[in-house]
């Protein structure tokens, strides 16, 4: 492994074994001592991440790659640690460094380091490693964790089920406030979370919900059935994951309740789970609205190949290409009208300019009012017209200001006999107050439009929007010139 990552770290005084070693093992024995000191020192469990990731860049960027090596030194730093501080460090590395972490370890490592992750954590490892390597681990779990992780698993990815877990605290409503906090003390350590606990009946029905601020301040003897809020914001099993966040971040919630078909309660999304999910949501759409294909981990830019890179690019790329032929077809069909007027030629990439960015502007407002929730399908009349409105007010302006420029600083041009700039001038500002309108309307229609096809509006304001109002933005300024100058 490169020295650039060792240099952050104090070195060894004394390691066992490593006059015995050859120079590039004793060298590995020293970082992995300094980074087991690290780690065991009680930083926060990311740094100690940040810096077993560190080792896997280095490996990819040095002159003789080898990420195995790192593999080994981060298998080697958890195997040193205690159970429940190696799940808390793991969970902190990128999702090829886990992946690579666990297939470097034995049998034994994995199904301790999995018995002691999070339970929605482990079972996205058992989905992310080799199924060879899932098959040898499953057998050597208890049962209990067989069934949760066979459990969790059955739902669907993108849905509340597939990013939930099944650590929450629950409580009966007859127990008593001082009951009930000893129960959670006692379970504390397992659970994600105890802010919250959620009252369930006898067939695990979600009937309330009681913080643990509440349990503290009743009287001991109180019931949790007087104690419990009954008004329960939940979500279903099945919903997207994308209405959850949304839920979350709504009502500020530090956890979800999720339940199945039937209200039983069957698991919590956490907030720092639904902030996973909203990052892997903007990634997506980030994607989309610059017509990338695929789907990339968000943090994986530099450890995805070239011709990784190229594979999700490479469709939307040449369908735009495609596209692009069109406005070149409607500028050769008017061929004789810029040969007798060469002074239109000037003003053509200020028509598709204005039409891309004023429609790319529309398209993000009503997208982001969209994903919001601000605006529905239903709202579509309400939106074109306020967008009509803004889209009248800029054309008006911006055809104002093209007339002038036309018309006062365009001295010299030559014209074709009954001709005049005054003309040119209002067919460039008519062209232009057109494609502004054409265009707004455009894109905030076609995310509204996607979503009543059930389609992903961010899809909408991909390149092709700007490919769409480039053909409108040509149909326009030639029409307009071929009916106010007659050529």
């Known amino acids: 492994m490169p020295n650039t990552l060792l240099a952050k770290f104090p070195m060894a005084t004394s390691v066992p074994g490593v006059s015995d070693v050859s120079r590039d093992d004793r060298r590995d ?38 990420p195995g090596r790192a593999a080994q030194v981060a298998r080697r730093v958890l195997a040193a640690l ?16 886990q992946v690579a972490t666990a297939q470097a370890m034995t049998r034994g490592e994995v199904t301790a380091l999995v018995s002691a992750m999070p339970h929605d954590d482990r079972v996205d490892l058992l989905k ?18 067989r069934e949760d992780i066979r459990r969790l698993s059955s739902y669907a990815e993108g849905t509340a089920g597939a990013v939930m877990t099944s650590e929450y605290a629950s409580l009966n409503p007859e127990m008593t406030a ?30 309330g919900f009681v913080s643990l601020k509440d349990l503290i301040l009743a009287r001991p003897e109180s019931r949790v059935s ?27 919630l530090l956890a979800l309740p999720v339940v199945d078909e039937n209200g039983v309660l069957v698991g919590i999304v956490t907030h720092d789970d639904a902030m996973d999910v909203l990052h892997q ?21 530099l450890r995805t190949s070239a011709f990784g890179h190229f594979r999700n690019r490479a469709f939307w790329v040449v369908i735009l290409a495609a596209l692009g032929l069109v406005s070149g077809l409607i500028i050769s069909s008017f061929e004789s009208t810029l040969a007798s007027l060469l002074i239109l030629t000037l ?60 018309s006062f600083l365009s001295h010299g041009a030559v014209l ?18 057109a494609q502004v309108v054409t265009a707004t309307i455009l894109g905030a229609a076609l995310p509204i439009l996607a979503v009543r096809l059930g389609r992903d509006p961010a899809v909408a304001a991909s390149p092709s929007l700007t490919t769409l109002v480039d053909i409108t933005g040509l149909l326009l300024y030639f029409g307009a010139a071929r009916i106010i100058l007659g050529v």
Do not use: W
């Open 29 to 66: 024995a020293v970082d992995v001592t300094a980074l087991i000191r690290c780690a065991a020192s009680g930083e926060h469990p990311g740094v100690t991440a940040q810096r077993l990731c560190a080792a896997f860049e280095n490996s990819r960027e040095g002159d003789s790659p080898d």
């Open 82 to 97: 205690a159970p429940e501080r190696r799940a808390e460090i793991f969970a902190h590395l990128t999702v090829p460094a």
């Open 128 to 145: 992310r490693i080799p199924a060879e390597c899932r098959q040898a681990v499953m057998p050597a779990l208890a049962q209990a964790e």
């Open 178 to 207: 001082r009951e009930a906090i000893e129960k959670l003390r006692l379970e504390a350590p397992d659970k994600e979370t105890i802010y919250y606990a959620y009252v369930v009946d006898a067939a695990r029905g979600l009937t």
């Open 226 to 252: 007087d104690l419990m809020n009954r008004e329960v914001i939940f979500a279903r099993a099945g919903d997207d994951q994308e209405e959850v966040v949304k839920t979350i971040s709504r009502y500020d």
């Open 281 to 301: 949501e903007h990634t997506e759409d980030m994607e989309k609205f610059a017509a990338i294909g695929g789907s990339h981990d968000g943090q994986a830019y």
């Open 347 to 406: 003003y053509m990439p200020m028509i598709a300019a204005a039409g891309g960015n004023v429609g790319s502007q529309s398209a993000t407002v009503v997208i982001r009012a969209l994903t919001l929730g601000d605006v529905k399908p239903r709202d579509a009349l309400r939106v074109f017209l306020k967008e009509f409105q803004v889209a009248a007010m800029l054309g008006g302006i911006l055809a104002l200001l093209a007339f002038a420029k036309v």
């Open 416 to 433: 074709p006999a009954g001709v005049t700039l005054a003309k040119v001038g209002l067919v460039v500002g008519l062209a232009l107050c």
